[in-house]
């Protein structure tokens, strides 16, 4: 119950963010077009300083083991998800905003804060595998299936996409046990940090000229949310609970946790910033997120706890 409350509390904190960027669009500081600068911000600079920031850890037996374990349990969900969204496409006539929707999460921006509050900061370290999956996806399947058309996804831009490039290097000085200089390390943290509050305060900028009234009166996102927070996350937690069972790491239970706190996260603020830099419905994509960041204070409580109770 302790680890519901914590949870709770940290997902409000983050809809605060998104209240005062709708607030400050209300008020007349910004125009809500002005979201797009700071979403090539958290896009472009931000998010690479937290990959390769939270790679900056001492390299052990245990840890790399854990960081394997996280890594295929995240590897496996995106496929799991991937292949129920395709399935569901056609049936429920799922548009490209809903596809991402369903299949990512705001794993960077709420699960590194939340695990880091609810779990230790000891466990932040696990985050990095679903992150690191979800950062490949993003610029590569999502971007395709957002941006649509084929010069909006050229592979060779992919490849040399910063957020890329921050993940290939952070793993090497992982690796080769690299530490990056102290005034160095500190400029990647305080950019780093800045992803979970610039994120959520673009959302409500996105969403400042919007009828909130309008917003909650249609109905396509609350099915999105549906199968976003109970459907997918529920399926997980059976997943995951089996696996935890087969002792395949002392701490299994636990990492698998910080893995499924990531798959039972909200849509993706990033698939709202994804829409904005190919001009796709930006829009719609933040009344799905807004949407999902109010109901997951719910499910996502609810959710760990049938996985607690199942592992």
């Known amino acids: 119950m302790g680890l519901s409350i914590l949870l709770a509390e940290q997902i409000i904190s983050l809809f605060l963010f998104v209240a005062a960027g709708y607030a400050s669009v209300k008020a007349g500081l910004f125009k809500s077009e002005d979201s797009k600068v700071i979403s090539n911000m958290v896009v472009y600079i931000c998010s690479p300083c937290m990959v390769i920031y939270s790679f900056q ?5 245990d840890k790399v083991q854990g960081l394997l374990l996280a890594l295929a349990a995240a590897v496996l969900v995106h496929i799991l998800m991937i292949i129920w969204t395709a399935l569901f496409r056609r049936p429920l006539n799922l548009n490209s905003i809903e596809r991402a929707s369903l299949i990512y999460t705001n794993a960077g921006n709420l699960i590194i804060p939340l695990v880091a509050a609810v779990m230790g900061i000891e466990w932040v370290f696990y985050t990095n595998a679903y992150n690191i999956v979800q950062t490949i996806l993003l610029w590569t399947h999502a971007s395709r299936t957002i941006g649509q058309q084929a010069e ?24 080769a046990r690299i530490h ?40 396509r996102p609350y099915f999105v949310c549906f199968i976003r927070l109970l459907v ?14 087969m002792g395949v790491h002392a701490d299994a239970k636990n990492i698998l946790l910080v893995v499924f706190l990531a798959t039972s996260a909200p849509a993706a603020a990033m698939v709202t910033q994804l829409a904005q830099i190919y001009d796709r419905d930006a829009k719609y994509a933040s009344v799905i997120n807004v949407m999902s960041i109010i109901f997951c204070i719910v499910t996502m409580p609810l959710m760990v706890m049938l996985y607690d109770t199942l592992a």
Not at 232 to 245: E, G, H, L
């Open 152 to 175: 909006d996804w050229n592979y060779k831009k992919v490849l040399l996409n910063p957020n890329i490039m921050a993940m290939i290097t952070g793993a090497f000085f992982f690796a």
């Open 57 to 61: 850890i001492e390299l052990t037996k």
């Open 180 to 219: 990056i200089p102290e005034v160095i390390g500190t400029c990647l943290e305080g950019f780093g940090s800045m992803i979970g509050t610039a994120g959520m305060f673009v959302i409500g900028m996105v969403i400042g000229n919007m009828d909130l009234k309008w917003v909650f009166s249609r109905k």
């Open 232 to 245: 997918y996350p529920a399926v997980t937690a059976i997943i995951f609970s089996m696996i935890a069972k």
